[in-house]
C-alpha cells in the first residue's frame, strides 16, 4: 500500500500564491507518489470567530475550487469536508485529555497566530493543533505537506501520537512534516507573511486587472528613491517573487544585476514580474472556471470524497477504541 498524505486549508478567505509555493505545490506533485487526503478545514474556521459561519461556508467552496484548480487530481486524490467525518471528533475529545493547557498555550504557531491577528482565542483556538492532530493520525498519515509556520502544530501532533502509542501500544503513525519550496512568502507590503485575512496578497483566483494593480503596487527597497540608486535584493519582495514564479531564469538574474547597480527602474522589474504571475495564473484560472461552471462534478466530487475519507476514518477509531477499551461494558 502506498504510504498516505493529509495536508489542508482552513476556509477563511481564498488560497493565494504564499499557499502555492507553501504546500499546494507538494501536494500535487506527490499526490501520484501517497495515498492523499486533502481537508477543507471548516470546523477549524470557527475557532477564529464562531459568527463568521455563512463566510466560512463559502470560503470552503472557493478553498475547494484552488485545490482542482491548482491541479488536484479528483481522481486520485481525496478532498473531503472535516464536518462530514463527525469520528474525528472522538479522537479529538480524547488527545485533549493527553494535553496538559500550559502545553496547548505556549505552542509557538498559535501564540503567533494570536499576535497575528490581534486575537482574545477562544478555547477552541488554543486547542486547535490538538484537533488538527485528530485531523492527521486519523488517517494513519506519514507526511504532511505544510508551510514554515505550522511546524510546531506538527511537533506537537508527534508527542500526542508517541504518547499515546507509549500506553496503548502501537496503534498511531509518527508523521513527518514537508515544507514547501519557499518555506513563507512574504506580503506585497513587505510584511512577514501574506494572509488570506489581509490586504497583502496575490490570490490563485486573481484576474488580469487586478494582478497589475496588486504587482504595481508591491513594496520594494524603501532607501531606493530613484531608479538610478543601487537597489537592495535580500528580502525585497519583487525578488523573493520572481525568484518563486519566474520561470526565465537569465532574465531574473540580468534584473538583479541591473537593480544593485542602479541600471533599472522599479516599473520594469514589476511589469516583467506581472508577466511572469499572469502566465503562472493563466492555466489555474481556466481550471477553476470549469469546475464553477460545472457544480454538480464539483459537489460530486466533495460528497465521494467525504464518504470515502469518512471509511478510511472509522477503521482507525475503531482501532483506537479497542486499544483504550472505551466501550467493552456495553458490548
Not at 496503534?171 to 514547501?180: M, N, R, S
Not at 511572469?276 to 464539483?298: C, G, M, Q, T, V
Not at 460528497?303 to 475503531?318: L, N, Y
Amino acid at each position: 500500500m502506498k504510504k498516505r498524505i493529509l495536508t489542508g486549508d482552513t476556509p477563511s478567505g481564498k488560497l493565494h500564491i504564499g499557499h502555492y509555493v507553501g504546500t499546494l505545490e507538494n501536494r500535487v506533485k506527490l499526490q501520484h507518489e501517497y495515498e492523499t487526503f486533502i481537508l477543507l478545514a471548516n470546523v477549524h474556521a470557527y475557532a477564529n470567530d464562531f459568527r463568521q459561519a455563512e463566510k466560512i461556508n463559502k470560503s470552503v467552496y472557493e478553498v475547494f475550487l484552488d485545490n482542482l484548480a491548482v491541479g488536484i487530481d479528483p481522481e486520485v486524490s481525496t478532498i473531503y469536508l472535516e464536518s462530514g467525518v463527525p469520528e474525528t471528533y472522538e479522537l479529538y475529545s480524547f488527545f485533549l485529555t493527553m494535553v496538559m493547557l500550559a502545553r496547548a498555550q505556549r505552542n509557538p504557531s498559535v501564540k503567533e497566530e494570536i499576535q497575528y491577528k490581534k486575537l482574545n482565542p477562544s478555547m477552541g483556538f488554543i486547542a486547535y493543533p490538538i484537533l488538527q492532530a485528530a485531523d492527521i493520525l486519523q488517517f494513519q498519515t506519514h507526511l504532511v505537506p505544510v508551510g514554515e509556520d505550522q511546524l510546531p502544530v506538527i511537533e506537537q501532533t508527534r508527542e500526542i501520537a508517541r504518547d499515546f502509542n507509549e500506553t496503548f501500544g502501537e496503534t498511531f503513525v509518527i508523521p513527518e512534516a514537508k515544507v514547501g519550496r519557499v518555506a513563507r512568502l512574504v506580503g506585497t507590503d513587505g510584511k512577514l507573511k501574506m494572509s488570506k485575512s489581509g490586504e497583502n496578497a496575490i490570490l490563485l483566483s486573481e484576474n488580469e486587472e487586478t494582478l497589475r494593480k496588486k504587482v504595481m503596487s508591491i513594496f520594494t527597497d524603501p532607501n531606493r528613491i530613484h531608479p538610478t540608486d543601487p537597489g537592495r535584493i535580500e528580502g525585497n519582495p519583487l525578488f523573493i517573487y520572481h525568484d518563486a514564479f519566474n520561470t526565465n531564469a537569465a532574465e531574473v538574474e540580468d534584473l538583479k544585476s541591473r537593480y544593485t547597480k542602479g541600471k533599472v527602474g522599479d516599473i520594469e522589474v514589476k511589469e516583467k514580474l506581472f508577466i511572469a504571475l499572469n502566465s503562472f495564473l493563466e492555466p489555474i484560472r481556466e481550471k477553476r472556471k470549469y469546475y464553477e461552471d460545472h457544480p454538480k462534478i464539483s459537489k460530486e466530487i466533495l460528497m465521494e470524497g467525504t464518504k470515502k475519507a469518512r471509511k478510511v476514518v472509522i477503521e482507525t477509531v475503531e482501532k483506537f477504541r479497542e486499544k483504550i477499551g472505551i466501550n467493552k461494558l456495553i458490548q
